[in-house]
């Protein structure tokens, strides 16, 4: 299992602070230049910028105590609001770059002053690729031996993963606009800045589209991360009071997982010796693996 726990709140804000940075610059570099890639890479980085305070605003719900009506807790909504950022990535992103590279296309309009658009992505490279790299720093602290691959296809975190989407999005995304706008300068043919937009549009909502999917599955509902349920699995079967473990379910609830067990105590205990096994077992499993907020264990002969 992972060494450490990674904090999806300081990556949120390592990349809010280079959206926004990145979002001005652009819009600068954008009204001076006339560049079609640099008016997507600009509507992009304000999305991404309101993107991380939606997030931020699906962990501080996600934090809300149970109650009556939600007595597992509110830990889902973290869900809600990852899948609200994936669409809006894909439509305010991704959608706007396809209409823009389409319209500039068929009606090119001069560029000017380029080279203030190519130092305004210079730029906006470094700070997204600091941006990056803060987040990869939390995800290594939760992914252990898995690779990157692995992780975004198993990880139950929502807020890392769309993190993560996003950076890959943005970095991309200044990498390809400021391809095509060299290309555009070099050759005088503002096409390819066009271009430079349509395949941003492209990106965006491939990438957006696989975020999609990955959040579809948690708000369905998806068990806990492979490594903690085994882990889990492993201890409940190594207890020498327990002589078979029948199943074991677990559900991610956000950053909190619900714990079901059906096991078969060894011998003929009384019911109150059977109670406080299980209660100890319990409170075992919650001191080892924190993630666990509620746990059921039943007794019982047979499956």
């Known amino acids: ?8 709140t300081r990556a949120i804000f390592y990349a809010f602070g280079a959206n926004l940075g990145i979002a001005v610059a652009k819009t600068v570099a954008a ?7 640099m008016l997507a890479e600009s509507l992009h980085s304000y999305a991404d910028t309101g993107n991380q305070l939606l997030l931020l605003l699906g962990l501080h719900r996600s934090k809300r105590a149970p109650d009556a009506e939600h007595p597992l807790g509110y830990g889902k909504a973290t869900y809600f609001w990852s899948f609200i950022v994936a669409i ?3 439509s305010v992103g991704g959608l706007f770059s396809l209409y823009e590279g389409w319209h500039k296309m068929n009606e090119p309009e001069t560029l000017s002053q380029v080279w203030v658009a190519l130092l305004v992505l210079g ?11 803060g987040c990869l720093v939390e995800v290594n ?7 990157l691959w692995q992780w975004l296809k198993e990880s139950r975190g929502s807020e890392l993963i769309v993190v993560f989407g996003e950076d890959l999005a943005a970095l991309l995304g200044l990498v390809v606009a400021f391809v095509f706008l060299l290309i555009a300068s070099w050759t005088g043919d503002t096409r390819f800045d066009a271009g430079g937009s349509l395949c941003i549009g ?11 999917l ?11 991360d492979p490594e903690l349920t085994a882990a889990i699995e492993a201890q409940i079967d190594d207890d020498a009071d327990i002589e078979e473990v029948f199943n074991v379910i677990t559900l991610q609830m956000g950053p909190k997982v619900m714990l079901a067990a059906k096991i078969r ?29 509620w746990c059921f264990i039943e007794p019982d002969l047979r499956k």
């Open 1 to 8: 299992m992972a060494s450490g726990k990674g904090s999806p």
């Open 31 to 37: 009204v001076m230049t006339g560049s079609s890639s």
């Open 88 to 90: 809006l990535l894909f």
């Open 123 to 133: 730029l906006s490279i470094v700070l997204e690729a600091f941006s990056m790299y």
């Open 141 to 147: 602290k939760v992914r252990g031996d898995r690779t």
């Open 202 to 212: 492209v990106l965006l909502i491939a990438i957006a589209l696989f975020l999609s």
């Open 214 to 224: 990955r959040i579809k599955a948690l708000l369905i509902g998806r068990s806990a």
């Open 265 to 293: 105590l060894r011998g003929a205990i009384p019911v109150k010796s059977a109670c406080t096994k299980i209660n100890e077992l319990e409170v075992a499993l919650k001191e080892r693996f924190p993630e666990i907020a």
